[in-house]
């Protein structure tokens, strides 16, 4: 059965044809010009046998390079790369560099293709320079493309501030704002720049930091829950708390990872009953079962492992979460003295489906995992994955 590549030579095939008949019309009776729809014949045959590594091979000899054929070139390459035969694409797209008829337009899109061979096969310092070179000597929309690239290869190789700078020479719109898909990767950029500064106790340039990511994206829950580390770090408690507390109004699904420091400074500065007081008002404004399973917490040290079981299976029967579930059966075993054996299996049971699955999940493309990525290492996107529930 002809797979997606051998369906898209096809294609290839169709255009190369319709390019040679197209020369065909022109070439004089008389002409001593080689005859070349053998060559096509003969790559249709392949590609018909499906042997598409011959039939590519075929079609580029059969074919010149003019400005009626580079498409055809060019789609033959990005073929190849997609096929993973990176090495086959860089050397379709170098051959046509070498040839000398290519237009300076011409050349420049073919730096572009070669450039993205380069980035598949991990080649990034040529691909950095082959892209540096082409935003000097290109307009929109291709400046803007190499631009997204050369970001792209920033972020893989952490250079963080490099691909800030990148993204500060996109195109603008709206009074000289950036679109908002690239303002949520500076922040992100930002923000790493600022864990880094965190790691080596460096505060100011991690406030500094922090506040440029707020600026880029001000419903960036993760410089809040940084700045509320950072401040935690530096004993202010409260400001910690109040950083904190954005992150409910910025985005919900990451409440579990505001909440152990949020804990942890309202414990530090004897508030646990005016946390106890915030985490019900959550409740009230439809937050989750992180918040449940919170003040389940807080409610066994105040009033008892059973009250605090109990609250807990209301939740656990309207919104089942296997976190919850836990928390509940392991409530309500450190209620009795001689737990029922049955409980207690089941309680291993589920901290056994607990341990195998996923603790979060990207939104975007599916990805589950055990630990949080800010970038989900899947889909390459920011801010996606999120706590599983």
């Not at 580029?60 to 070139?73: F, G, K």
């Not at 000398?100 to 011409?106: A, F, H, R, V, W």
Request: net charge neutral.
């Amino acid at each position: 059965m002809m797979d997606w590549g051998l369906l898209v030579l096809v294609l290839v095939a169709i255009a190369i044809g319709f390019a040679l008949g197209r020369r065909s019309t022109r070439v004089p009776e008389n002409s001593d010009a080689p005859a070349l729809e053998p060559h096509y014949i003969q790559g249709l045959n392949y590609l018909l046998n499906e042997q598409p590594d011959e039939a590519i091979d075929t079609f580029i000899d059969a074919l010149d390079v003019n400005t009626e054929t580079l498409e055809t070139h060019l789609a033959l390459g990005n073929l190849l790369r997609k096929r993973g035969e990176v090495g086959r694409a860089i050397k379709i797209h170098q051959n046509l560099l070498a040839r000398p008829g290519l237009g300076s337009e011409q050349s420049r899109q073919v730096q572009l293709e070669l450039s993205r061979d380069f980035i598949k096969s991990g080649l990034l310092d040529r691909a950095e320079m082959l892209l540096k070179e082409l935003v000097e000597t290109t307009v929109h929309p291709m400046r803007t493309q190499c631009l997204e690239y050369l970001i792209e290869i920033y972020r893989d190789e952490k250079e963080w501030q490099t691909g800030i700078d990148m993204i500060n020479k996109l195109p603008s719109r709206r009074f000289s704002r950036l679109p908002d898909e690239w303002r949520l990767v500076q922040s992100h950029f930002y923000c790493e720049l600022a864990e880094e500064a965190l790691r080596r106790s460096d505060y100011l340039a991690a406030r500094r930091h922090l506040k440029a990511a707020s600026l880029a994206d001000k419903q960036s829950a993760r410089a809040s829950i940084l700045l509320a580390e950072l401040e935690y770090r530096l004993g202010q408690y409260k400001e910690a708390v109040k950083a904190l507390k954005q992150v409910f109004y910025q985005d919900p699904a990451l409440l579990p990872e505001a909440l152990p420091l949020l804990i942890t400074c309202h414990r530090a500065t004897g508030r646990l009953p005016q946390l106890r007081a915030y985490l019900n008002e959550l409740l009230e404004q439809g937050a989750s079962t992180p918040v449940v399973m919170a003040l389940a917490e807080l409610m066994a040290k105040d009033e008892g492992v059973v009250p605090a079981a109990k609250f807990l299976g209301v939740s656990v029967a309207k919104s089942p979460s296997l976190k919850a579930a836990e928390q509940m059966l392991s409530l309500q075993l450190a209620g009795y003295q001689n737990p029922p054996e049955s409980m207690a299996l089941a309680d291993t049971v589920i901290r056994r489906l607990q341990k195998a699955s996923p603790q979060y999940r990207c939104h975007n493309c599916g990805f589950a995992g055990q630990h949080m990525h800010w970038l989900c290492p899947s889909c390459k996107t920011w801010g996606n994955v999120k706590p599983v529930e």
